[in-house]
């Protein structure tokens, strides 16, 4: 096995850009990229795996996104292990990690935000406000900077990934949006840097979330076209859990993510909870069976 090399660290715009543009440069090879939060999971790792296999040099950000949090949020207390990340990058063989402070990325008079319209607007727009739009606007300004062939996120996150295709289809970005499934835990529970929140008996409860969905891909598979059967059928699972204080359980459009009423081809399942300190989210896709 290769030896594990520790990636290159940029933390500023330029740094990252003639980093990136002095690897073109040298071997016309394409770049991939991965914009993350930091804390690493097995999630994230498997993006970096992806990418890895698509392109000649991996890119990386960990930015913990201040815009992107509400005001009653937990961006103070949101897990930072930048030394084990930078360790985990390396043993997935990333070559640059791009770790800007606020200040690089909104500088004093920063004004613009994107705003992906409606597919930003339901679920987890509507109970977070401006979150899609600070997500939009953070990854729209990484694609500037680092220009990726490739940019990959991950289903367990399926209403970004939306607003993502969305922004990046609509402002004409000359990327390829790279989606991989999302990593479980044996139990069924979404990774997440957020279940490191989780009290033991919380941790055990929010494993409904993905009883829930699983059912609710059962029940799709064997017939059952209505939306809101399949809705109540969620809450109901998910309320036996004392713990688990549900946001959502909605079926929609994969693509849209507008309401479905009528299930006749792939539908998203998408729930929100809160467990504890965490708001935990979790979603599938349900199919019905072929005739
Ligand atoms: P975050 O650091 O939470 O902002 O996540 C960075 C990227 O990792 C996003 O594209 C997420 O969708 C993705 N991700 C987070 N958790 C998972 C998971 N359990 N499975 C797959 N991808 C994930």
């Known amino acids: 096995m290769d030896p594990v090399v520790s990636p290159a660290v940029a933390s500023t715009i330029a740094d990252v850009r003639s980093r ?14 991965v914009p993350t939060m930091g804390f690493f999971h097995e999630g994230h790792l ?14 990386v950000s960990i930015f913990v996104n201040p815009r992107q949090f509400g005001a009653d949020e ?7 292990d930048f030394d084990r990340d930078l ?26 935000t994107i705003d992906a319209g409606s597919v930003a607007a339901g679920l987890c727009g509507q109970d977070r406000p401006g ?4 997500v939009a606007t953070v990854v729209a300004k990484f694609f500037n900077i680092i220009r990726p062939d490739t940019a990959w996120f991950g289903q367990k996150d399926a209403q970004q990934v939306a607003v ?9 970005y000359d990327v390829e949006i790279g989606v991989c499934p999302i990593a479980r835990e044996d139990d069924g529970l979404a990774m997440s840097s ?10 055990e409860q929010a494993t409904v979330l993905y009883r829930a969905l699983t059912e609710a891909g059962r029940k799709v598979a064997a017939g059952e076209t209505s939306a809101s059967r399949i809705r109540r059928l969620m809450r109901k699972t998910i309320a036996a859990n004392y713990l688990v204080e ?3 359980a909605r079926v929609v459009d994969p693509v849209t993510m507008q309401p479905v009423q009528e299930i006749h081809g792939e539908v998203l399942a998408a729930v929100a909870a809160r467990v504890g300190r965490a708001r935990l989210i979790d979603n599938m896709i349900l199919k019905p069976e072929e005739n």
């Open 20 to 33: 990136v543009a002095g690897f073109r440069k040298k071997r016309s090879a394409r770049v991939g990229f």
């Open 46 to 59: 498997s993006l970096m795996r992806a990418a890895r296999s698509a392109s000649g040099l991996v890119v």
């Open 74 to 80: 937990d961006l103070e207390s949101y897990p930072r």
């Open 87 to 112: 360790a985990l990058a390396g043993a997935e063989g990333v070559d640059l990690v791009f770790t800007p402070s606020p200040e690089e990325m909104y500088p004093e008079g920063y004004e613009t």
């Open 131 to 134: 979150h899609f739009q600070a």
């Open 164 to 172: 993502i295709k969305r922004m990046a289809q609509d402002l004409d």
């Open 194 to 203: 957020r279940n490191s929140y989780l009290k033991s008996e919380e941790r």
């Open 246 to 248: 549900l946001e959502y």
